[in-house]
T-cell receptor, first 114, second 113 residues
Framework: EDQVTQSPEALRLQEGESSSLNCSYT??????LFWYRQDPGKGPEFLFT???AGEEKEKERLKATLTKKESFLHITAPKPEDSATYLC???????????????FGAGTQVVVTP | EAQVTQNPRYLITVTGKKLTVTCSQN?????MSWYRQDPGLGLRQIYY???????DKGDVPEGYKVSRKEKRNFPLILESPSPNQTSLYFC????????????FGNGTRLTVT
């Protein structure tokens, strides 16, 4: 069964204090790994898609990396506006019972204080 | 503006009273899906639809129904709601479902008493 585990559950950072979030996954074959940001009271907002081990994507202070078993979301010199819950999700390669399914982790809540 | 619209945003109902949560997208997306979000459990997929008239179960389909009669709409139906269906619900769509990122609505907070 596909599983996605995110750690830590919560992270409190000082402004400028870089850190990394982890998303470990088990899936029969990875079609794609997705990172989302969720602000309170809103739906998740897409950040990145990663498809194969070794791939990296960057956007402003965020950088996502992928290995065969996990993905990291690195936050460099965070600002208070980076405070949010970060979710990762995996989609498996098409099989008869998993086509169209996305498996989400429980998320990491990040708070960045000035 | 490209968006996924859910209604209502908040809903309080009683056990057993049928309800429908509507979802509409204006991006001509093939794929649509429903999720529930509960503390500590993350987002769990209820149902998804790869195209019109094609729907399939996600991980937690019990107690829910869906239909996809038109490309833009994907309503979630609770025929006989129970308190364990109290949750935050999200509708999402994507261009094709495969390798395409999901676009989410702003959620419907449902309370069943």
């Amino acid at each position: 069964e596909d599983q996605v585990t995110q750690s830590p559950e919560a992270l409190r950072l000082q402004e400028g204090e870089s850190s990394s979030l982890n998303c470990s996954y088990t899936v029969s074959g990875l079609r794609g790994l997705f990172w989302y940001r969720q602000d309170p009271g809103k739906g998740p907002e897409f950040l990145f898609t990663l498809y194969s081990a070794g791939e990296e994507k960057e956007k402003e202070r965020l950088k996502a990396t992928l290995t065969k078993k996990e993905s990291f979301l690195h936050i460099t010199a965070p600002k208070p506006e980076d405070s949010a819950t970060y979710l990762c999700a995996v989609q498996a390669i098409m099989t008869t019972d998993s086509w169209g399914k996305f498996q989400f982790g429980a998320g990491t809540q990040v708070v960045v204080t000035p | 503006e490209a968006q996924v619209t859910q209604n209502p945003r908040y809903l309080i109902t009683v056990t057993g009273k049928k309800l429908t949560v509507t979802c509409s997208q204006n991006m001509n997306h093939e794929y649509m899906s429903w999720y529930r979000q509960d503390p500590g459990l993350g987002l769990r997929q209820i149902y998804y639809s790869m195209n019109v008239e094609v729907t399939d179960k996600g991980d937690v389909p019990e107690g829910y129904k869906v239909s996809r009669k038109e490309k833009r709409n994907f309503p979630l139906i609770l025929e006989s709601p129970s308190p364990n269906q109290t949750s935050l619900y999200f509708c999402a769509s994507s261009f094709s479902g495969a390798n395409s990122p999901l676009h989410f609505g702003n959620g419907t907070r449902l309370t069943v008493t």
